[in-house]
């Protein structure tokens, strides 16, 4: 009888806190677990792999292949240059996912060749823009900056921010309007380091100004133009006490 009223007893208080559960959830839903589910060679841990929010794994496997782009990555066939980092980067997680190593690898290394390659040509854009500044000439100046970028800006040492191309370049004229005809600028770049991504790309380095000048902090950014070119959007330099 006592287990049995025991037993009567649990029972009843099972069922009161179910309701009690049930009622303080009336109207919401409850949070489900992460679908795992895999969608051909894309799975919920690419989807992860990829900073991607796990609710989202059919949207993003759907979209992924109704790619032909993506579906041809994924069997092998050549990559094109149309394609993104970010692609490149997916196709690897992939790969990894569904254990394709060999794939994994030949996408590793494209990936490895691009980043060489945009960090090659920024810095030869870094120095073009440090030869146009030495030329004095403003038209060869111009040639440096990104026509069709309004988030174009330039910093001189000791001056106000401005903004906008025809702003940036009369900027520069002015500067080259400092200096005697035909005379140019002595200015090099030292302590060059480059960093560069999808389209983009900047540079940090030390502008020496004359073999005992001053010695100005400089940052230039530059991004890729739809011609394939690269412009700078961005530069900045300030003197920095005790730089050498």
């Known amino acids: 009888t006592t287990t049995t009223a025991t037993t009567t007893t649990t029972t009843s208080r099972a069922a009161r806190a ?44 759907a979209a992924r292949e109704s790619d032909d782009r993506s579906r041809a990555r994924a069997t092998g066939l050549p990559y094109t240059d149309t394609a993104s980092t970010r692609e ?30 945009n960090a090659r040509r920024v810095a030869d854009a870094n120095a073009a823009f440090y030869a146009a500044f030495r030329s004095g000439d403003i ?10 970028a309004p ?22 004229a002015v500067v080259f309007a400092s200096a005697p005809a035909g005379a140019g600028f002595d200015v090099r770049a030292s302590d060059v380091r480059v960093h560069a991504g999808d389209g983009w790309g900047f ?18 950014i530059f991004e890729r133009q739809p011609d394939g070119d690269w412009a700078i959007v961005l530069h900045q330099a300030h003197g920095v006490v005790g730089l050498r």
Not at 88 to 117: H, K, M
């Open 203 to 220: 540079v940090t380095c030390v502008e020496c100004v004359g073999d005992a000048g001053a010695r100005l902090a400089a940052t230039n």
């Open 18 to 61: 179910m309701t009690g559960i049930a009622s303080s959830c009336s109207g919401r839903r409850l949070a489900e677990p992460p679908r795992r589910r895999r969608h051909g060679r894309v799975s919920w841990m690419t989807v992860a792999a990829m900073g991607g929010d796990a609710d989202d794994v059919d949207d993003i496997a």
């Open 151 to 172: 988030h174009a800006q330039c910093a001189h040492p000791g001056s106000a921010v401005v903004s906008g191309y025809d702003d940036v370049v009369e900027s520069w």
């Open 88 to 117: 490149y980067e997916f196709a690897l997680a992939a790969a990894i996912a569904s254990e394709n190593y060999a794939e994994a690898a030949r996408v590793r290394d494209i990936l490895r060749a691009r980043g060489e390659t």
């Open 139 to 148: 038209e060869v100046m111009k040639s440096m900056w990104a026509r069709d």
